[in-house]
């Protein structure tokens, strides 16, 4: 096969959160998160695993900083913990949890790597769970851009990449529609103003940004994925649509075209979020670029048991596809379909994949069981499936795609929210009983990738 070769100017990245690898969830007057308590509910999470100690990176980020740059890695996107910078959400500030990324960052920009930060992945403080519904109501709006402007006064000086929100449809739907992420709901109404809420606080918080950082570049992160239909009849079709709006175009049209998409809303209904004049406008305020997390594409059919949506949009899995350990059928032109839809239906801005990769079951091969010397983990299955994404992202780039850049899912195995750390994402094995990181065979070959695109 062709090597591939990127730009020199094309930023090769990791991507953590840091709920799922921060631990250390006491420690410095860090206030508890809806992930603390939903861990606490019995049967959430596979295995009963919970963040408290994750990957410990708290303490040992300036190890995982030098793997990174070891690697050659160019940046990091990470996640700050609103409840570590304001413990009960819109009280005190904490210096404490701030100094914490401050030392991150400088040790960041001491190895030559570009932070990245995104400043809500989905760890809301508890009390704001508590006091307001979190985004259900606006007050939590308010709330979050108290945190938003500590955080970027004490970092802006050093950190010019920013993410307000991560994935707000994840975020909506699998916690408050289908109740498989924190806080746990199952109340449509609420998810559709989550969903809302979280678009009005973006578009009010990239202003605040550049108020405080006026050299900052702040875009937000989707996921996006294809809509296929199971078949191609007529009543398919109408499904496709459907889902369509609901998972990719209603952030989309929002964002870029100040309007949620017709069909979609008129069928929402009794269950419309509450627009309020100025709301759009606000959303609709200009990024500098927007993040693309993809990692599958969805096949839809029609479906009578989601009313008033009428479709599922997880329909049957192909057989003969291959799919990875969370189930996901890798589809790598599913990729290239995404950047192409967002160069040619909605201006072309400025693109980084901010997320992208698989799990797929790793083992330590070579050494102790423990991760000795000598310790290796061989994951083909992880660089064919990064090779045949980056290919296809590559062939966008060539059709006039602005793609600037590309983070890998993830820098390091983590606790995948639902599934626990029985999912593996890293491009660096985490041997959790000791926390000792084993670079995998995708770690070295993305190294490899990194330093042959450089020359
Ligand atoms: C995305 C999340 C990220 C990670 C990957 C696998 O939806 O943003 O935190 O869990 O999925």
Known sequence: MDSLTFPRDFIFGAATASYQIEGAVWEDGRGPSIWDQFCRRPGAISGGDTGEVACD????????????????????????????????????VNPAGLDHYSRLVDELLGAGITPFVTLFHWDLPLALQQRYGGFTDR??????????????????????????????????????????????????????????????????????????CPDAQVGITLNLAPVHGVDHSPGTARAVEMADQALNRFFLDALFRGSYPQRFWRRLSVLRPPVRSGDMETIATPV????????????????????????????????????????????????????????????????????????????????????????????????????????????????????????????????????GYAKRFGIVYVDYPTQRRIVKASGRWYAGLIAASRG
């Open 139 to 212: 007050r939590c709006i308010d709330a979050f851009l108290k945190y938003v402007e500590q955080v970027v006064t004490v970092l802006g000086d050093r950190v010019k990449n920013w993410i307000t929100f991560n994935e707000p449809w994840v975020y909506a739907v699998l916690g408050h529609l289908l109740g498989v992420h924190a806080p746990g709901l199952r109340k449509p109404r609420v998810a559709f103003r989550v969903a809302h809420h979280q678009l009005v606080a973006h578009g009010h918080a990239v202003g605040l940004i550049r108020r405080v």
């Open 57 to 92: 990176h708290y303490h040992r980020y300036r190890q995982d900083v030098a793997v990174m740059r070891e690697l050659g890695v160019q940046a990091y996107r990470f996640s700050v913990a609103w409840p570590r910078v304001i413990p009960d959400g819109d009280g005190a």
């Open 288 to 419: 500098d670029f927007l993040g693309i997390n993809n990692y599958t594409r969805h096949l839809a059919r029609r479906s009578f048991s989601n009313p008033p949506f009428f479709f599922d949009m997880d329909g049957t899995t192909p057989p003969e596809r291959e799919y990875t350990a969370m189930g996901w059928e890798v589809y790598p032109q599913g990729l290239y379909e995404v950047l192409m839809r967002v160069k040619n239906e909605y201006g072309n801005p400025p693109v980084y994949i901010t997320e992208n990769g698989a799990a797929f079951t790793d083992a330590i091969a070579g050494g102790d069981d423990d991760g000795g010397a000598g310790a290796r983990v061989e994951d083909p299955r992880r660089v064919a499936y990064l090779d045949g994404y980056l290919r296809c992202a590559h062939q966008a780039l060539g059709e006039g795609c602005d793609l600037r850049g590309y983070f890998v899912w993830s820098l390091m195995d983590n606790f995948e929210w639902a599934e």
